[in-house]
């Protein structure tokens, strides 16, 4: 299983899922799985301060997109995702990349980049 899989992670505000699926499947992105997630940042969700305090973590609503490719380049879709994420604004969001060991389609038993074709 030489070709390589990879997991792209998109966690980012709510109101950009739509711009973010459409430049996805622009780029040919096949499947992805789409969470709401309750999350925050290096600002510890915009925290209020009290006399110089930071009070607890603020969980604000994030979406969270993943998706695994192989012929898809990586770097493609950081792109596409930096293109229609980044306002330059607190909270643009973070894109997480890790290696995948395998992936199985159930319906056919495709292993690896198989897997993730359209026969
Ligand atoms: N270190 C982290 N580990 C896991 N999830 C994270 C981490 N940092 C951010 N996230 C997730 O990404 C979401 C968006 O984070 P956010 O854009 O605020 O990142 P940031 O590093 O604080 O950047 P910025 O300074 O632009 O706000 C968070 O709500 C959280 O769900
Ligand atoms: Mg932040």
């Known amino acids: 299983m030489a070709d390589k899989i990879t997991k792209i992670d998109i966690i980012t505000r709510?109101?950009?899922?739509?711009?973010?699926?459409?430049?996805?499947?622009?780029?040919?992105?096949?499947?992805?799985?789409?969470?709401?997630?309750?999350?925050?940042?290096?600002?510890k969700g915009d925290v209020q301060y009290y006399r110089g305090v930071a009070t607890e973590l603020k969980l604000l609503p994030k979406i969270k997109v993943e998706i695994v490719?192989?012929?898809?380049?990586?770097?493609?879709?950081?792109?596409?995702?930096?293109a229609v994420l980044r306002t330059g604004e607190i909270g643009d969001g973070k894109i997480f990349v890790y290696e995948i060991q395998d992936a199985i389609k159930v319906r056919t038993g495709a292993r690896g980049k198989e897997a993730l074709e359209n026969e």
């Open 14 to 43: 709510k109101t950009k899922f739509d711009e973010l699926k459409e430049a996805l499947n622009e780029i040919g992105i096949m499947g992805m799985t789409v969470t709401q997630v309750l999350g925050c940042g290096t600002q």
């Open 69 to 82: 490719v192989c012929e898809v380049p990586v770097e493609k879709v950081i792109e596409a995702a930096n």
